[in-house]
Nanobody
Framework: QVQLVESGGGLVQAGGSLRLSCAASGRSFDTYAMGWFRQAPGKEREIVATISWSGSSTYYTDSEKGRFTISRDNRKNTVYLRMNSLKPEDTAVYYC????????????????WGQGTQVTVSS
């Protein structure tokens, strides 16, 4: 079991950058696959990126590929999401999630969630 706390969100102009962090506590963090999801008002939660427990495998949707980078530092029990070239449509609450085993791209397959951090991108 792990507890997750996101940070790093805020207000940024279109074309700007943000780096989100997810601090994890609990044992066996390095055995959990991690994901970043986002949810805009009135919309379903959607995948942003995932990373395997070893960090050797990552996944991005077409809209994020080339702009976002997911990484993890198991020694620090932290997962990061670097977001560049932000667009207004990236505005959402961003959530960090964890599951034991292989990474998955659907939200209902994750076991643990943080409280989220707001990202707002102005035009």
């Amino acid at each position: 079991q792990v507890q997750l706390v996101e940070s790093g969100g805020g207000l940024v102009q279109a074309g700007g950058s943000l780096r989100l962090s997810c601090a994890a506590s609990g044992r066996s963090f390095d055995t959990y696959a991690m994901g970043w999801f986002r949810q805009a008002p009135g919309k379903e939660r959607e995948i942003v990126a995932t990373i395997s427990w070893s960090g050797s495998s990552t996944y991005y949707t077409d809209s994020e590929k080339g702009r976002f980078t997911i990484s993890r530092d198991n020694r620090k029990n932290t997962v990061y999401l670097r977001m560049n070239s932000l667009k207004p449509e990236d505005t959402a609450v961003y959530y960090c999630a964890a599951r034991r085993g292989l990474a998955r791209s659907t939200a209902n397959e994750y076991d643990y969630w943080g409280q989220g951090t707001q990202v707002t991108v102005s035009s």
